[in-house]
Structure formats: structure tokens, C-alpha cells
């Protein structure tokens, strides 16, 4: 059974580094074929795919953040982690942590989430 666990500050100053990780647990990161995501959900608005990490690696992002999001893994601690450059108050949000067999799924395709952060920009 995996579970998954984000973790991280939770109030971020414009301009700095959103930084968060996600901690899987009751599976490897680097079997069973899934894609590792991070997904997002700023107030009023709707759930937002910024990218992920598949099993062997691979990291794919989202266009519209490609340029200031950076994915990485920790296999040996089983942890995968979202690094956000240049963050503004628009980057508010509740972050996700997820794992599902399709890249970018729709929300109701991830087979496992993360409870969820909160991440507050402002000065």
C-alpha cells in the first residue's frame, strides 16, 4: 500500500525558492511503473500538474513552469522533491504530492495523493 507524505515550509518570501519533498512509503520509487507528480491547486482555482518523476528517472514538466521547476529523486531515502524558483504570490497554493500510471493525468487517474501542503508566498 503506498502512501505518500509532502513536506516543507510553509510560507515562502517572493523571489526565494519553493522548496518541498515527498516521502513515499509501502512502495519504491524506482519500480512498479509510476509516474511520481506534483500537483498543485492555488485558491479558487483548479488542480494544476506542474510535473513528474516516472520509475526509471524520466522527468517531464509542465510548459507553462518548465523554466522555474526543478524535480529530483533520493532513491535511497524514497523521496522525490519540487524546487520552485522565483516564486511570486501567485505560486499560493496547496501543493500535492501523487503517483499514478499516466503522465499528467486528469484527477481522478492518480491512484494515490499526498495529503497536501499549504505554501503561502508573500513578504
Known amino acids: 500500500q503506498v502512501q505518500l507524505r509532502e513536506s516543507g515550509p510553509g510560507l515562502v518570501k517572493p523571489s526565494q525558492t519553493l522548496s518541498l519533498t515527498c516521502t513515499v512509503s509501502?512502495?519504491?520509487?524506482?519500480?512498479?511503473?509510476?509516474?511520481w507528480s506534483w500537483v498543485r491547486r492555488p485558491p479558487g482555482k483548479g488542480l494544476e500538474w506542474m510535473g513528474a518523476?516516472?520509475?526509471?528517472?524520466?522527468?517531464y514538466y509542465s510548459p507553462s513552469l518548465k523554466s522555474r521547476t526543478s524535480i529530483s529523486r533520493d532513491t535511497s531515502k524514497g523521496q522525490f522533491s519540487l524546487q520552485l524558483s522565483s516564486v511570486t504570490p501567485e505560486d499560493t497554493a496547496v501543493y500535492y504530492c501523487?503517483?499514478?500510471?499516466?503522465?499528467?493525468?486528469?484527477?481522478?487517474?492518480?491512484?494515490?495523493w499526498g495529503q497536501g501542503t499549504q505554501v503561502t508566498v508573500s513578504s
Open positions: 501523487a503517483a499514478g500510471l499516466v503522465l499528467a493525468p486528469a484527477d481522478h487517474e492518480y491512484d494515490f
Open positions: 509501502g512502495g519504491s520509487i524506482t519500480s512498479g511503473y509510476y509516474f
Open positions: 518523476i516516472h520509475y526509471d528517472g524520466s522527468i
